[in-house]
């Protein structure tokens, strides 16, 4: 990942000015951060101790912590309800149709930001707990009945009563996915035995395919934009499956490089063989060596099935051999085929990537001009990223199987800044400690009151890795402006994207039950104003949920006022340690229903 280069943060020199001086001069910092400026001075981007330092030497003079006037936030408008502010559909207008570059991540300027509460649909239930929540789900939760009317000889899903039920059928599986992932798992064995953790399904739907790999034990981060089809990603939280908003366009995923152990797409309607197959080197990018990628629909099985896809068996052949020519070149090679379902295999030997480098070659090998991991506002590359040669332990075949994988250091911990393998295992010793205490202080967790989890800022996934027995699924999330840390999390058989959190995230309202936090705004604060981020957390928690945010004592407060001012209720606790210089916030958001509607 980049960083900006920039000074540390200077720290007041006790011994040079009078405590009236340095008064002045924490009340100035203060003020510079609520308006949202660079606090203080210019920071490395990096997570720093001296950040710690400089809030310490602050409490240190009679100043004492951020102090801030109590602020109500008003209503969002009730057409905000699903509100997702960089894939609004009301912006689709100012941005191209090319390659549907429109529903991709687009950000409001800082002027148009809403500085309001986002308000559930009238009628809003508390969500459905899991696991019943797979299978069923209250129709005003999320009130769109496209899917339903377009797809129903698919059986996505339908709706009975105040309900909406989910058979488990997809648009190559419509009488249930559970054959369709059999005949999968005896074309790709490693689905059964741990080899295959971690996957993506483009395209997909309202995340069937993802619900039903839980319980074979791999965790799927489901993909899908906000299109004509309604809500998908929005029905895949809702029943407790992950899924992010997103599309492969013109800009990389938010992934890490040679991470997912497979990718599927199932008629998913992405042009794989157009625009010189760029689609797929993207695809090639996020899987690992070895890794998987499965594909059904068209043009598979191309012989039995053209008369169904409105086009002629020549034109499915030369479809398929187009298909199979580019994956070819990117050195993927053809695993296994039965049906409908052909499978890849991205190779792990280097001699394949050595001839990328031959002249007039494509695609080419990228060249050293991009990093692998850059994928925040990354453009695709029409080239190769071949696997690093110096990693020997990166393919499928020379990770540890899950479970065992989760608590093996990565040999990829050695490339962050810091890392190593003792900075790992302290890391997971550490975050042992703190879950127990969390659990003491929020009973919730491990309960089927909480499912969907967001690490707002993690490092190695040890929020995770730690509460892998509980009946949940964590969304890692890694900031763009850290360490790259992300494909640590995903050595380790866990899932997540990277993320500005001065922007908002790819999910719709309400699609959350906890978010946890440690210590974000001590180390970006100086990037973006704390309201935002904070009514950007209100807008995609679940009513009812719960945050958890450990901060230094210098902010803890001024967070707390504004929490109120979002209806929620928090109350201020000692972390494991007791000490003073960081506290732990425990929050829980009110359920409410807009003045302007009827609460059912």
């Not at 007041?12 to 924490?26: G, H, N, W, Y």
């Not at 039903?212 to 407790?240: K, M, W, Y």
């Not at 695993?335 to 394949?352: E, G, H, P, R």
């Not at 969390?438 to 730690?466: E, S, W």
């Amino acid at each position: 990942m980049k960083h900006k280069d920039g000074k540390p943060i200077s720290q007041p020199d006790k011994s040079s000015r009078t405590v009236p001086m340095a008064i002045m001069f924490v009340v100035l910092c203060g003020f510079s951060f609520y308006l949202g400026g660079i606090f203080c001075s210019e920071k490395d981007r990096y997570v720093s101790k001296e950040v710690i330092k400089a809030v310490e030497s602050r409490k240190e003079t009679a100043a004492g912590p951020l102090q801030i006037k109590g602020i109500t936030f008003p209503e969002c408008s009730s057409n905000y309800q699903d509100y997702t502010p960089c894939t609004d559909p009301r912006r689709w207008r100012k941005y191209g149709v090319h390659r549907l570059t429109f529903m991709e991540r687009h950000c409001p300027p800082v002027f148009e930001r809403k500085e309001c509460l986002v308000p559930p649909p009238d009628g809003y239930k508390l969500p459905i707990r899991w696991p019943k929540s797979r299978n069923e789900s209250w129709y005003r939760n999320v009130p769109y009945d496209w899917i339903n009317k377009q797809k129903s000889n698919q059986h996505w899903l339908k709706k009975e009563g105040e309900k909406f039920l989910f058979p488990g059928g997809g648009t190559m599986f419509p009488n249930g996915v559970g054959p369709y992932i059999d005949l999968m798992q005896d074309l790709i064995p490693g689905m059964k035995d741990g080899t295959i953790r971690t996957a993506i399904d483009t395209g997909c739907g309202v995340a069937s395919w993802g619900g039903d790999l839980i319980d074979r034990g791999i965790l799927t981060v489901s993909l899908a934009p906000r299109d004509n089809h309604e809500a998908q990603v929005q029905f895949a939280l809702e029943r407790g499956i992950p899924a992010i908003l997103g599309i492969i366009s013109t800009q990389r995923l938010p992934f890490p490089s040679n991470s997912f152990d497979m990718a599927h797409c199932s008629r998913c309607l992405i042009p794989w063989t157009e625009f010189g197959g760029i689609y797929l080197l993207e695809i090639h990018r996020i899987l690992r060596p070895g890794g998987f990628w499965v594909l059904s629909g068209p043009p598979v099985n191309y012989k039995n099935r053209w008369r169904g896809w409105n086009t002629t068996i020549e034109e499915q052949k030369s479809d398929y051999e187009k298909l199979q020519e580019l994956l070819t070149s990117m050195c993927f090679k053809l695993y296994n085929k039965k049906d409908d379902i052909a499978v890849w295999q991205k190779l792990s030997d280097n001699s394949c990537y050595k001839q990328l480098e031959t002249p007039d070659y494509y695609p080419p090998k990228c060249d050293d001009g991009t990093e692998p991991d850059s994928a925040w506002y990354t453009p695709l590359r029409p080239c190769v990223v071949a696997p690093n040669t110096k990693l020997k332990k990166l393919s499928i075949k020379a990770l540890p199987k899950w479970p065992e994988r989760l608590h093996v250091a990565p040999e990829r911990v050695s490339d962050v800044r810091g890392g190593s393998d003792g900075a790992f295992k302290h890391d997971d010793s550490k975050w042992k400690a703190r879950i127990k205490h969390y659990k003491k202080l929020l009973p919730a967790i491990g309960t089927d009151k909480i499912r969907n989890v967001m690490d707002m800022n993690t490092v190695y996934g040890g929020f995770a890795a730690t509460l892998i027995d509980d009946p949940l699924w964590v969304m890692n999330v890694v900031s763009s402006y850290a360490a790259n840390t992300l494909a640590v999390v995903y050595d380790r058989g866990l899932i997540g994207t990277y993320h500005d959190w001065c922007e908002a995230f790819s999910t719709y309202p309400r699609t959350y039950d906890l978010l946890h936090l440690d210590g974000l705004f001590t180390a970006e604060s100086h990037r973006c104003e704390m309201k935002y981020v904070l009514l950007e957390m209100d807008r995609i928690l679940r009513p009812n949920g719960y945050a958890i945010i450990r901060e230094s004592s210098y902010f803890v407060d001024a967070i707390a006022t504004m929490a109120k001012g979002m209806r929620w209720g928090c109350r201020k606790e000692d972390t494991e340690y007791g000490v003073e210089k960081e506290k732990v916030l425990i929050c829980q958001k009110k359920l409410w229903y807009s003045s302007k509607q009827s609460s059912r």
